[in-house]
């Protein structure tokens, strides 16, 4: 299960050169400063930029090599693009079934009932695009993607025409996308926040090349190349709900490697969601303090570090449990420390983000 | 109305109906092209394509004069495989109006189909749609503005013309003699009263015809993707 990319793609003052082993299920996120090929990869695999001499195989369907170049309509993939592009002569009923009446019945694994269901847009059907919001559009197009069961779903900043709270609108909905359906998804964007939120992969894209690739909460920590997702360098972690705690008003996160307060956002007991800390968070103490006002401490072992950017500064990468972490401290504090591979230590985290 | 005059009246009717028949299937491709490609050419095409705006019709109607005649290039390939030249015949008319109104069916289709833009045929595409079914079910109804324009100024155009038929076509009743010909010969002949009925009867088709376009045209509004 995988798929398979290589492209070169030559134009006058860009060129794109990527070799990539994707995992063929779940979200990987094509991240990345905008100019840096993101959108031509994924125009690429669609097959609406001609790349020629490029592979392209998805979970053992080849897609294109040097003997074959499927064109687009004949690629069972679904595009959203970062308009909602919704066919403005057609009402919603009909742009959903746009895409799905062109698929042989025996193909269809994805009804246009589970595809409504899904983005919530039965009350929508008989509504022309131009009667919609925003948001509505952008579900509505995500629905006709998935409508027309694609074994790939490409998803070109859906959420960046956005405005913040149409944002939190729809993530949920592609929440629920990831944890309901089995159809890999590639998902390029240069927001963090989504990116933290919805990936459990992430290629990291500069100048037409990935830089980096990999699962989310290793490729976040690593250290030979400190990828900042957002304002600091830092880790996601997957988690669940362990508990609440009512008369505080915090949650217990249970993740690889321990469990974390946080502040209770009113999930659920049993609820999955992220938390995201930032290394700058990061404290480290050589043995459990007492009279603190930080709620979150666990043991770790130091794994390495590297030089930060300013000179007084160092990146620490840390294992708690199965899970990695990064401190980031003065080169002063980690030499009264001892740091050393392998080193057992506290670590103290003073914020934890909790992400959808 | 003089049994003449309706025959004229027939004869307009059926060239205008036939010559926007052609130009919609000739003038298509040709505006399709023009919108969407890349190659420097294209300018001259528009230009050849444009030039019937700006030519006396005389001057067109000479030249397919020449061309559709016995010795002309046409004409003659025609004689010489036991055919008839094409001049003063109506399908001579046909093939010269067709060169006349050339413009008014491509210029609309070309700026109707350079408005649908690429991201609507991309996702069309990827919906599963081939070539052809986009051209249909995308292109073709997001320009019917440019479509409805095209056929009627075409039509209308058709309609109207009088230098290239009277070289062309000639002034043969039934075959090529057409309504504007028709209120040429009444004027000529003083006979005002019949030349009033046909030219205030064109004016008045044209305006209601042109009217109901645009009262259509406004209707389908616009829409932006």
Redesign the interface.
């Given at each position: 299960m995988s798929i398979r990319a290589r492209f070169k793609l030559d134009y006058a003052n860009f060129s794109l050169d990527v070799d990539l082993d994707l995992p063929g299920r779940g979200v990987t996120a094509l991240f990345g400063p905008s100019g840096s090929g993101k959108t031509t990869l994924l125009r690429a695999v669609a097959g609406l930029e001609h790349a020629p001499g490029g592979t392209l195989s998805v979970n053992g369907d080849v897609w294109q090599d040097a003997a074959t170049f499927r064109p687009t309509h004949q690629r069972p993939l679904g595009y959203v693009f970062q308009e909602a592009s919704l066919f403005p002569h057609l009402d919603v009923r009909a742009n959903l079934e746009f895409g799905q009446k062109r698929v042989p019945q025996a193909q269809r694994r994805v009804s246009l009932d589970q595809a409504v269901a899904m983005l919530d847009i039965g009350h929508l059907l008989g509504r022309k695009p131009a009667r919609l919001s925003g948001g509505e559009r952008q579900r509505v197009s995500i629905a006709r993607a998935l409508a027309t069961s694609p074994r790939l779903l490409l998803m070109d900043e859906p959420l960046a025409a956005l405005d913040f709270a149409l944002k939190q609108e729809i993530l949920p909905y592609l929440e629920r996308l990831h944890d309901e359906l089995d159809i890999p998804v590639l998902y390029v964007s240069h927001a963090p926040d989504e990116v933290a939120r919805l990936a459990d992969h992430i290629v990291v894209m500069e100048g037409g090349r990935a830089v980096a690739a990999g699962p989310l909460t290793d490729t976040l920590a690593r250290l030979d190349l400190p990828i900042r997702l957002g304002e600091d360098a830092g880790v996601v972690l997957d988690a669940v709900v362990a508990a609440r705690d009512k008369e505080w008003h915090l949650a217990h996160m249970e993740f690889a490697g321990g469990r974390l307060w946080v502040r209770d956002h009113g999930l659920p007991v049993g609820h999955r969601a992220r938390v995201r800390i930032l290394a700058r968070d990061v404290s480290l103490a050589r043995a459990p303090t007492t009279g603190t006002s930080i709620l979150n401490t666990l043991p770790a072992v130091v794994v390495n570090s590297v030089d930060d950017a300013h000179p007084a500064l160092t990146l620490v990468k840390l294992r708690v449990g199965e899970s990695p972490l990064l401190a980031r401290l003065t080169r002063r504090s980690a030499h009264a420390l001892e740091l050393a591979p392998g080193r057992m230590v506290y670590v103290q985290i003073k914020a934890v983000a909790l992400i959808g | 109305m003089s049994s003449a005059d309706w025959m004229a009246l027939i004869t307009t009717l059926k060239l205008s109906a036939v010559t926007t028949i052609v130009l919609l299937i000739l003038g298509t491709p040709i505006a399709w092209w023009l919108a969407r490609t890349k190659n420097k050419v294209s300018v001259v095409v528009e230009a050849v394509v444009a030039l019937p705006l700006v030519l006396p019709p005389t001057v067109l109607g000479f030249y397919m004069l020449v061309a559709l005649g016995p010795n002309g290039p046409i004409g003659g390939t025609l004689e010489s495989l036991g055919l008839h030249h094409l001049a003063f015949t109506f399908t001579g008319l046909v093939l010269a109006s067709t060169l006349y109104s050339l413009p008014f069916m491509v210029q609309p289709l070309k700026d109707a189909f350079a408005a649908v833009g690429d991201?609507?045929i991309?996702?069309?595409?990827?919906?599963?749609?081939?070539?052809w079914?986009r051209f249909f079910?995308?292109v073709v109804?997001?320009s019917r503005r440019g479509f409805l324009t095209a056929i009627t100024l075409t039509f209308a155009h058709t309609v109207g013309e009088f230098g290239v038929v009277l070289m062309v076509g000639g002034n043969i009743p039934g075959e090529t003699r057409v309504l504007s010909i028709a209120i040429y010969d009444h004027a000529e002949a003083m006979d005002y009263a019949s030349a009033h009925l046909l030219a205030g009867g064109l004016l008045v088709a044209s305006f209601l015809l042109l009217f109901t376009v645009y009262l259509l045209n406004r209707r389908y509004t616009v829409?932006?993707?």
């Open positions: - | 991201r609507m991309e996702v069309a595409a990827t919906l599963r749609a081939r070539p079914d079910s995308v109804p997001l829409v932006h993707p």
